[in-house]
Structure formats: structure tokens, C-alpha cells
């Protein structure tokens, strides 16, 4: 930092006599260069700096003790938030109200004694500026008893309701590639319908933005279009499943697009870009969350207060709390002044642990009752790569083989090998999933995809017979031959049914031009298929006819 007199050369004249006033100090005739020359060997005195330290009130020594603490320095927004304002006056206007005699705030008290200054320091989200002591006026002064870090917040009992971590977001990492190399997205995003159609196949839903970011910060997916990069693909698939898992934490640990507080579900932002730096923020967070101990049940609200009472500006580099406009969503409220700290930085806190820290397995969850809000998280050691990013990590492997039913049904254990998870789910259709297994079959769209991007028979082949314990049954192989010579044999298909009382009520619906139109195959001399977008039409028609028809919407249950 810098020294007394490098500090006082940046005074006026009437700043110095004001500070000769305090210590009791008569300064000589002269320029302000010579004043603050005679000012600085004063202060610098150590009986004299004694007298006057010691002679401090206690609440402006609990400030000035406050200070040492933390090194000398402390941002000068949370520092004048924690001990009082420093009002900006001009020397004129300070001159008239001599704000030194006013019932001063412990942070006025200290900088109208010179024993605090201000500067604009560089830190990793920028330029921002810092209360600090002189480092010579500092090196004079009693140190207060080492420093150590106490961890934000505070242990608690296990919560009622826990929700366990684990490496699911590896799993739906191959899901998403494989979805991906079926169905490319648009030029740099999927579409909704296709996010839509995802979602039930992936274990936590709510992460595809995270994953889909992270991917491409890997260069595991390429856009335009969005789809997997093949040889990157190849590589992150055949890593072991620790691998994968430590990969997509330190991805998320360095990402600078993934922006937490752009994903706080009630947050949005009136202009196109945030106006926060979310590396930076994350790895503030990160060191806070790294002082918290592995596998201890911590409370979250009291993590989030002490981030508010420790470094409320964790995300502003300024400290500026006015300049953001941000809204709230859930009532329309404009988000401006600190008073709204827990709906900006708090939520963004709660966002950080309750999702991609939970989402990557670094992060349990508790509540108190099954449907409450999180109240708890404890860190799991996949957590310490946050920290250490060779962190030994133990996650149980398994080769476990794909089981193939005659019926054309594939069920791939969630644990089994990626690579060949990903390879099935490339020419099969997706069945609904659970917690241990994945479901496939074997149809003919889900070939024909397969075909589309260049699988032959012969590799499909491959693929099942590396995948389960025991060949392929015959009569499957055969479904299989079969299909490569002839395609589709067969297709269901969903139509709506009508069925008359008699013969002659359908014959009266044909014969008129404008029930006919609506009529669609006839199946029986009292049942014909009628076109769903067309019911309405029918009723009407045949009404005017003379005969009325119940639409299928308006039918009561027991009677569909």
C-alpha cells in the first residue's frame, strides 16, 4: 500500500491543518508539499501516534481494529457500510461545516485524522476502491492478534429431508450428446420443442443450460449447428467417470458465460448484456464455500447473511448498489439500492449451491419437510476440486453389459459405459427411464435415424453384440436383416372412431356432399374413421342434416 507522505501529497493545504488540528500539531509556514512533509514525521512519531490511537473512542477503535484485521485494507463500500458514511464535500463546503466537529461517523473520524486513506486498487473483477492504512503508519501500529478465517455461516443438525449428490450430470452429459447427434440443434441453441422432448430422459432437467454451456466451453459440442464435436465427443466419453465429473466441475469453476445470476428464476434484466462479471463473483463464493468443512451440515440462510454482513459488494465492483437495473419478475419491482441485497446477491447465493454446485455432485441438499425450501447443504468431497483440482475423487466404476430382449427391448445400467450408452441411444427409440436403468428399443424410426447419419446394419450389429453378456437372440437378428432388406413393415396409427347406430344413418352421412367431405375410411357398415380437426365440422354439418352427433370432447368419462 502506500506510505503517509505519498498520501498526504494528495491533500489541500485546509485538509492538512485540519489533520494539524487533531493531533495537536503546529504546522509551518509554507507550501502544501512542506506541510504534509511536517505532517507525515509527526505522525509518524511512535509516541505520538500512540498517544493518539489510544485516545480513540471505542467505536472508532473497533473500526480502526476492524481494519488491521483484514490486512490494512478493506473495500471502502462495505467498509463505510459496516462504521458510517464518509460524506463527499468539496473544501469549500468542508471548510464551512467542519464535518470533523459533527458528530462524526468511526470512518470520518479516522480519515480527518489521517489515520485512513482511499484509492482505486486493481482486483479480479476490476478497479475498485479501498479504505487503507498508510503501510508505514501500519508497520508502527500494535497488530491485532492473527487473522484465521472463520467460515461463513455455521454448522447445523442433519436436516429431515436430505437430498444426496452424485455424478448423474455425467449421465446426462452422454444423454444430451447423444440427443444432439440424433437431432442437431439450431445454429447455437436447441429448440424448445427439443429441449421439451429431452427433458424426460435426463436426471436433473433443470441443468441442460449449464451442461449444454459447459459442453461447448469444452469444445465437446460445436455450434452451426449445435451438435457434438466427434473427436472431442470420443475423448470425454472413454475418460473414467471420475474424470468426466472433475472435468465438468472445473469447466464450471472457470466458465466466464455461465452467469448464475442470469438464471435466478425471478431475476431479469432490463438490457441485453449483465451488468455483472460472473467469474469473478463465482470464485469470491467459491473461496468462502472453501473454508466451509467436507461432509458437515451447514446452514444456508446463515452462509448467505455472513456474505452479507462479510462482503455484500462480492459482485460489484464498486460497491455501487443503485446502478444495476434489474426487476423481479414475481411483482414487477425494480431492483435498485441495497435493500434489495437478498433478491439480487442472495438469491444468486442460494442459486449457486442449490443448482450447478448440487447439479455437478459437489453439494447436498436439506430441507426441513419433503416440499420446503433448502435450508441446508453439506460439501461432499468432490466439492475439494473446487479447491484442488487433483483432488483425488472415488466414484465407483462398473463395465456393467446391456441386457437385449427377443422383444427388441435394450436396458443399459446408468453405471455402464458411456461410450456404449451413447452408441445404443444412437439408432434406437428412447423409453422412459429411472434412477439405475436406461430403456431402449429397437424400431424401425429409431433405425432409420441411425441410417440417416451413416450407421450401417453391420455396425448396429457390432454395438449389440459388445453391449450384453449373451449374443443377440436370433429371432432379434433376424427383425434386424429384415428391416435392412424391406424397411417398415407395419405402423400404428392413432385416428378417431365413429360408430352410428345403423348401417343406414352412415349411408345418409356418404350420401350428402356436406357430411361426405368429413368421412374418412370406412372400417364396417356401421363404423368410419373421421379426422380429429374435423369433429367439430362433422357435427355441425350433419345437424343441419338432421342427425346429431356427440363430439368426443364433450363425452363424460365413463362414457369415452
Sequence with gaps: MRSLLHTLQDYDLG?????????????????????????????????????????????????????????GRAPLSDFVRRFGPLREMGPGRRDREKPWRDTPSPVEALWYRGLIARAFIDTPSGPREFAFIPSDLASLLP?????????????????????????????????LLAALRRHPGD?????????????????????????????????????????????SVRSYLDIPRTEALRRLILAWERSSTWNELAHVPHLTCTSEVWPNDPL?????????????????????NGFIAALRDQQPGFQRPAGDFDSWYLRDIRNGTFLQGFEHWDAIEGAMLRYMITGPMHWLGAADLGRTNEEGPVTSFRLTPAAAVLSDPRTPLSIKESTSSATIHPDGRVVVPRRALRALRYQIARFTSWQPIDDINYYYRLTPTGLETASNQGLELSHIITVLETAGEEPIPASLRKALERWSDRGSEGRFRRETILQVLEPSVLSELQR?????????????????????????????ASARLGILLDPLSNLPKKER
Design 15 to 71: 485538509h492538512l491543518r485540519i489533520l494539524a488540528e487533531l493531533w495537536g500539531i503546529d504546522l509551518p509556514h509554507g507550501s502544501a508539499l512542506q506541510a504534509a512533509e511536517s505532517m507525515a514525521r509527526a505522525m509518524l512519531d511512535p509516541a505520538t501516534l500512540t498517544e493518539i490511537t489510544d485516545s480513540l473512542p471505542a467505536h472508532i477503535r473497533d473500526a480502526y481494529e476492524y481494519l488491521l484485521r483484514l490486512g
Design 280 to 300: 469473478a463473483s463465482r470464485r469470491i463464493v467459491l473461496g468462502y464455500v472453501s473454508q466451509i468443512p467436507l461432509r458437515s451440515w451447514w446452514d444456508l
Design 512 to 540: 350428402n356432399r356436406t357430411t361426405a367431405r368429413y368421412l374418412g375410411e370406412v372400417l364396417g357398415p356401421t363404423v368410419v374413421i373421421v379426422h380429429e380437426k374435423d369433429l367439430i365440422l362433422l357435427c355441425s
Design 143 to 175: 497488530q491485532p492478534a492473527p487473522h484465521h478465517p472463520v467460515p461463513a455461516g455455521g454448522p447445523i443438525d442433519p436436516p429431515p429431508k436430505s437430498q444426496p449428490a452424485s455424478s448423474v450430470a455425467v449421465d446426462d452429459t452422454t444423454t
Design 187 to 231: 445454429e447455437i441453441d436447441m429448440t424448445l420443442a427439443q429441449r421439451q422432448d429431452l427433458s424426460p430422459f435426463l436426471h436433473q432437467p433443470d441443468s441442460l443450460d449449464l451442461l449444454t454451456t459447459l459442453l461447448r466451453e469444452e469444445e465437446i459440442l460445436i455450434d452451426h449447428p449445435l451438435c457434438p464435436n466427434p473427436k
